[in-house]
């Protein structure tokens, strides 16, 4: 199954997310920060990132901008999760090079649609 990599600072998110993943059937790896998110992303080529936006140590915007900027990652599709539910947020994101957008709290059903639609291309 698809290998899927999670940065999230919020370890009630991160926990919850990585649970429903893997009884999915999902590989999860998880970062904390967009710095170790980038790092990871580099080491362990995951098939997805679901990339919080609000973030320490590397915000989610400049963190997907860098994995859209560097050739070895940037065919990686990114979805933003975040509270930020105004359509310039969905905007914001995309410019920033996320791939989709996804608000917090998560709807898991739609969630695993988007994920679904990216790891079939």
């Known amino acids: 199954m698809a290998k899927i990599l999670i940065v999230e600072d919020n370890d009630m998110n991160l926990d919850m997310l990585s649970r429903r993943l893997m009884r999915k059937g999902y590989e999860v790896i998880a970062a904390p920060d967009g710095a170790e998110g980038i790092a990871m992303a580099v080491a362990e080529q ?35 999760l975040t509270a930020h539910a105004m359509a310039e947020d969905r905007e914001k994101a995309l410019a920033a090079g996320c791939d989709d957008y996804a608000t917090k709290p998560v709807d898991m059903a739609q969630l695993l649609e988007k994920m679904s639609n990216f790891l079939t291309k």
């Open 46 to 80: 995951p098939q997805l990132i679901l990339m919080d936006m609000s973030l320490p140590v590397l915000n989610g915007w400049d963190a997907t901008r860098q994995l859209k900027a560097d050739p070895t990652t940037a065919h990686i599709p990114v979805i933003a």
